[in-house]
């Protein structure tokens, strides 16, 4: 059973970074393309970045380009993300999923495409 734990969530001030870290449990995170989604109050669960099986290629939401970085430790079976430069609107729960299946970059940013889903952290960025 896939298992994925996220980490480094908490309350910060605009302007400040932040790094969420997710493990995954009992399984080599190369057989499985990786993801960070985001569930702001009150709205839709949305797409943050993604990395494809094997590490071959990411994809980002448009609107976080340059400021959010996803990337995986190999010998901590972790996949992080660095957030910088965090603003109010980044206040959600951010959840990390992953799919054994090598998605197509098309699909990368579909919440459906993926298996298992973390339980969530949450990210608040207030002054």
């Known amino acids: 059973q896939v298992q994925l734990l996220e980490s480094g969530g908490g309350l910060v001030q605009p302007g400040d970074s932040l790094r969420l870290s997710c493990v995954l449990s009992?399984?080599?995170?190369?057989?499985?393309?990786m993801a960070w989604f985001r569930q702001p109050p009150g709205k839709d669960r949305e797409f943050v970045a993604a990395?494809?099986?094997?590490?071959?290629?990411?994809s980002y939401r448009n609107s976080l380009k340059g400021r959010f970085t996803i990337s995986r430790d190999s010998a901590k079976n972790t996949l992080n993300l660095q957030m910088n430069s965090l603003e109010p609107d980044d206040t959600a729960v951010y959840y990390c999923?992953?799919?054994?299946?090598?998605?197509?970059?098309?699909?990368?940013?579909?919440?459906?495409?993926?298996?298992?889903w973390g339980q969530g952290t949450q990210v608040t960025v207030s002054s």
């Open positions: 999923a992953a799919s054994n299946r090598g998605l197509i970059t098309s699909s990368l940013a579909n919440d459906h495409e993926y298996e298992f």
């Open positions: 009992e399984r080599t995170l190369r057989g499985y393309t």
């Open positions: 990395s494809k099986r094997g590490g071959t290629g990411t």
